[in-house]
């Protein structure tokens, strides 16, 4: 399989034998294969003939098949995949320091613990403070059931007014109709006058009873009122209480966070990289004071791979591409990963665009901090038919080439695909078969007559130089 390499940059010294390695190979996964074994790798030369046309006219080549790469190398910085400087939020004295630098910790694991004996204090007390405001919202809902209670009791009560009314209305009627008849009967002398004043107490002690009733629903209506505006003031006062005892318990849940901060725990699954306090030493809350962290914590299960693409190239850069770190300090060993994101915008003082990648494999022998080159494979053509690019003419801006048929030059539209400036891909319109001249000149005559011409100049600078020589 033929490659050809475009776009290397060169000047990188031992990298630069595992660099054209990597390209040969096809950028594969990390490998350990050192750079003095890397020189028997090199991808070999395209096998084009450029030899003369059998009229003795101009050079000719034949399209060949082969893998045409694009790469850039750059310089890279390995660098934690994420790295948290640790502060306390709390201030006080360090009780413990649990860890040092170079330590694994977990997510949430204890690296230090302050003393802070104030705030224990403040805790107790807010408790309290919570137990009082719990037994004043129990009083208020017990004076809250009472009340209701109360409201209860009234409106039976004025239910049962309500329903005398209605006993004496019938009453009152009886006692009309009945003083109504004697009066009657008085007309016609059927009964005494004492019977009829007899009946006529009735009636006006029957209107005095229902006078009395009304009285009596009016009053329960009141007590009603009353009862049910205590009630209210009760609800009201049950609120209060609750929102006092919610306050109290904000504040107590409040002291309990801060009482929490005195735990430095671990942002995340790490190594312990930077360490700047020991026990005893007093930390004030960063919340408060600009103060050196405690501790840095890396993460360093992934890794990201920083390095800087040039204008001219930051428009290849694509997410996914294939990439291969090559560290120098690990013996130019290869790991391959890809291109996970850009900035996107390029840098207004270097003109360059910010790229990170990352491994497609964890490696514990990589570490952050750690310098070397990162090759990027920019453009990946395998197998595509190709020519030198000095085949390639235009007319009006088409493409084409000059072919050689049966001793005549013809030229042949192609549809060009990408191109280094050293050799093109022709997409359509030539086969391996065809043969291209490949230099420039008049290709439109016969090539009879292109070697005419050639013997032609030939003898006439022979003739010219045999005059020129003194006998």
């Known amino acids: 399989m033929n490659h050809t390499i475009l776009s290397a940059s060169a000047g990188f010294g031992a990298i630069a034998a595992t660099v054209s390695a990597i390209l040969f190979l096809g950028c594969n996964s990390a490998s350990d294969t050192p750079a003095a074994q890397a020189q028997i790798s090199r991808p070999s030369q395209s096998p084009v003939d450029h ?27 390995v660098v934690s995949y994420e790295s948290t400087a640790v502060y306390a939020k709390a201030s006080g004295f360090l009780k413990n320091v ?71 209305e019938a009453e009152l009627v009886f006692r009309r109709a009945e003083y109504k008849r004697i009066a009657e009967l008085v007309k016609s002398r059927s009964v005494t006058e004492a019977l009829q004043d007899e009946k006529l107490k009735h009636l006006q002690t029957a209107e005095a009873a229902r006078a009395a009733a009304q009285a009596h629903v009016k009053s329960a ?40 901060y005195a735990q430095i725990r671990a942002p995340y699954d790490g190594l312990i990289t930077r360490r700047w306090i020991d026990s005893g030493d007093f930390v004030a809350s960063a919340a408060n004071s600009k103060m050196e962290p405690l501790f840095t914590v890396d993460r360093i299960d992934r890794l990201r791979l920083v390095f800087d693409i040039p204008e001219s190239e930051s428009a290849l850069i694509q997410i996914g591409q294939p990439t291969s770190l090559v560290v120098d ?37 990589l570490r952050p901090g750690m310098y070397g080159m990162i090759i990027v494979t920019l453009v990946e053509r395998p197998q595509v038919l190709t020519v030198p690019t000095r085949c390639i003419q235009y007319e009006n801006g088409s493409p084409y080439v000059v072919c050689t048929n049966d001793g005549r030059a013809e030229k042949r539209a192609v549809k060009v695909g990408y191109s280094d400036n050293l050799r093109t891909e022709i997409v359509e319109g030539a086969e391996p078969s065809d043969v291209i001249v490949s230099e420039a000149g008049d290709y439109d005559m016969d090539l009879a007559d292109h070697r005419q011409a050639s013997l032609k100049k030939y003898a006439k600078e022979n003739n010219s130089l045999k005059k020129s020589t003194p006998n």
């Open 51 to 77: 030899k003369k046309d059998a009229s003795g006219g101009a050079a000719t080549i034949s399209p060949t098949v082969e893998d045409l790469y694009r790469v850039t190398i750059q310089p890279v910085q």
């Open 98 to 168: 649990e860890f040092d630098i170079g330590d694994r910790v977990e997510k949430d694991q204890i690296l230090a613990e302050l003393l802070i004996p104030e705030m224990d204090q403040e805790l107790a007390q807010k408790a309290a403070a919570v137990e009082q405001a719990g037994a004043a919202v129990e009083q208020a809902r017990a004076r809250s059931e009472t009340a209701g209670a109360l409201v209860t009791a009234t409106e039976a009560q004025l239910a049962e007014a309500q329903a005398s009314i209605a006993q004496h």
């Open 221 to 260: 209506e009141a007590r009603v009122q009353v009862e049910q505006s205590r009630q209210r003031e009760a609800k009201a006062d049950l609120s209060f209480a609750q929102t006092l005892w919610e306050v109290a318990d904000a504040n107590l849940e409040q002291t309990r966070v801060l009482m929490k």
């Open 329 to 365: 300090a690990l013996k130019n060993r290869t790991f391959a990963g890809r291109i996970k994101r850009t900035t996107g915008v390029l840098d207004p003082q270097t003109r360059t665009l910010r790229v990170e990648a990352e491994l497609d494999e964890p490696s514990e022998s």
